[in-house]
């Protein structure tokens, strides 16, 4: 593990017109290791996602990323700095092609201009290739050749999971966001996939904060594990830690409530 | 025979002229999956403001150049007051949007300009070219050939760079594009530029044709068919769209017209469109919807 952690939330606060969704959330996320984020329905979880990519501005705290911190993430700056991500409802260009797709995902590592590129001149056809090359190793880790040329919107549920995986994984991310990867999957697939996130931290070395449901799936995976409730921070340590906590067991099994 | 093909040739000239109007739609659909309300004043905005600047004397370079300029500069208007912050909000907001903007351009267009009717002369002759035994209009082969070099330019740009794949991925995701990094702002700040710059060379040419008044704004109708049959994602579509819109209505007036009364150019586009509705819905080249049930 990395000296400095590679995300650290600091007492992030938001709210909706005047709705209270997180409440002072603080934890870190080391460089390299995979952290689940757990809770019931409401407790905040996709939000708090969502603040780290930048698509909800929080209104108070800092979120440390790489040594930098940063007031509010703008969707494109996070971007840029290496986060990526997947949504609960995948959010795929469903009209085009797995191949495409995972090419979007290439999107900011493109060098040569549009100028370049609709003369074919200088960067662009090594560019091109380059992006290619990258875009086919993402889709070889995640075995989805035989569909490259596939219209998205076409394959099953459990394939699309994987092209929308594929195309965070083709933007090289240092921290990858997944929000419920394994939603509505049976078992054989669920296994399929967190081997698959299991891979792609070992192989690239990649962060993983991932908000998952079925417990037996997150205590398996996971090396860190933070539970929210009601937009709280109820519980933060290893599987082990967090599953003997009390304040987990009430939120979970809801004895308080 | 001769008299046939020269009725062919003729109308596929003119259907490029639709299809010339239609390409400023199909952009924004592309980009947005919205139906842009305000391309009609867009082309009657960039006309008005050419042929105002023309008629004080500036020269036709000049006045092209400051209303290229113009439209840009509305694009980044409308950019930044009208899409930005309706992001990821649905369709059907973002064209009541459009709606409302086609009443402010052609607000803004008659206070800056006024409201009288312009002739426009691009110095191209209207007179008749006899080419392999048929009687052409020569402003109808200047407008083909420009329809053609502005389609070789759309293509390279939207099929050959990453702006393409972006445009479709804004299309047909905001939160995932934005997720990948792409800039929202910029694909539509450009979109909408190069649908001015669509929208400046089709009133040019339909200015000259028809007068630059405030009617101009009603050629859209016509671009509706082109749409319908072509597609609305397609630029090829729109071409195509606009050769069969363009040929067909001047058979038929010329065949069909003696027949059930004249007047046919008028409604058959129309009629022509309700039938591709029904067999074809997506249009020819149009993507069609994917669901899975």
């Known amino acids: 593990m990395g000296a400095t952690p590679l995300l650290e939330l600091q007492r992030i606060s938001l709210s909706f017109k005047g709705v209270k969704a997180i409440t002072d959330i603080s934890f870190t996320v080391e460089q390299g290791e995979i952290c689940a984020l757990i809770g019931p329905n409401g407790a905040g979880k996709s939000s708090l996602l969502n603040v780290i990519n930048g698509v909800y501005q929080p209104d108070q705290g800092l979120i440390g990323f790489n040594g930098q911190r940063y007031q509010k993430m703008q969707s494109h700056q996070a971007a840029v700095q290496g986060i990526a991500r997947t949504f609960q409802n995948i959010a795929l260009f469903k009209g085009m092609s797995v191949l495409d797709n995972v090419l979007t995902g290439r999107n900011l590592k493109v060098k040569s201009s549009w100028i370049e590129q609709a003369f074919h001149i200088g960067r662009a056809l090594a560019d091109e290739i380059k992006q290619r090359q990258k875009a086919e190793e993402i889709i070889d880790f995640l075995r989805i050749n035989q569909w490259r040329n596939s219209i998205v919107g076409t394959l099953p549920y459990g394939l699309q999971k994987r092209v929308e995986l594929a195309r965070a994984l083709a933007s090289e991310p240092r921290l990858l966001l997944l929000d419920e990867p394994m939603a509505g999957m049976n078992r054989e697939e669920k296994s399929e996939m967190s081997a698959f996130i299991l891979d792609t931290q070992r192989e690239f070395g990649t962060t993983v904060v991932l908000i998952e449901h079925d417990i037996g799936v997150v205590m398996g995976l996971s090396d860190h594990v933070v539970v929210l409730d009601y937009g709280k921070k109820v519980g933060d340590g290893t599987p082990d830690e967090v599953r003997k906590s009390p304040e987990v067991i009430a939120a979970y099994l809801g004895t308080t409530h | ?293």
């Open chain 2, 1 to 293: 025979m001769e008299f046939f093909l020269e009725v062919l040739t003729g109308g596929l000239l003119a259907g490029l002229m639709y299809s010339l109007v239609a390409i400023g739609f199909v952009l924004i659909y592309k980009a947005s999956g919205v139906f842009n309300f305000a391309q009609g004043s867009m082309v009657l905005f960039s006309a008005l403001t050419f042929v105002s600047l023309l008629e004080r004397g500036v020269p036709f370079w000049v006045s092209f150049a400051v209303t290229l300029l113009t439209m840009i500069a509305l694009a980044w208007a409308i950019e930044r007051v009208v899409l930005r912050p309706l992001v990821n909000r649905p369709p059907i907001t973002l064209f009541m949007a459009t709606l409302g903007l086609s009443y402010i351009i052609e607000g803004v267009a008659q206070a800056m300009w006024g409201a009288q009717v312009h002739g426009l002369e691009l110095g191209i002759s209207d007179a008749p070219l006899e080419i392999g035994g048929m009687l052409l209009s020569q402003f109808d082969l200047f407008s083909a050939a420009t329809a053609g070099i502005l389609v070789l330019f759309l293509s390279l740009l939207f099929n050959k760079t990453r702006i393409g794949i972006s445009l479709r991925a804004v299309a047909d995701d905001q939160l995932a594009a934005l997720a990948v990094g792409i800039k929202l702002q910029r694909i539509w700040m450009i979109v909408w530029a190069v649908a001015g710059f669509v929208g400046l060379v089709a009133g040019l040419l339909w200015g000259a044709r028809l007068g630059v008044q405030f009617s101009l704004s009603l050629v859209v109708l016509k671009a509706l068919p082109v749409l319908i049959i072509g597609g609305f994602t397609s630029i090829g579509g729109a071409i195509v769209g606009g050769l069969i819109i363009g040929a067909s209505e001047k058979l038929a007036e010329v065949y069909l017209g003696p027949i059930i009364g004249g007047g046919i150019e008028n409604w058959f586009p129309y009629v022509l469109a309700l039938l591709f509705l029904l067999v074809r819905p997506a249009g020819i080249f149009g993507e069609r919807a994917i669901e899975r049930v």
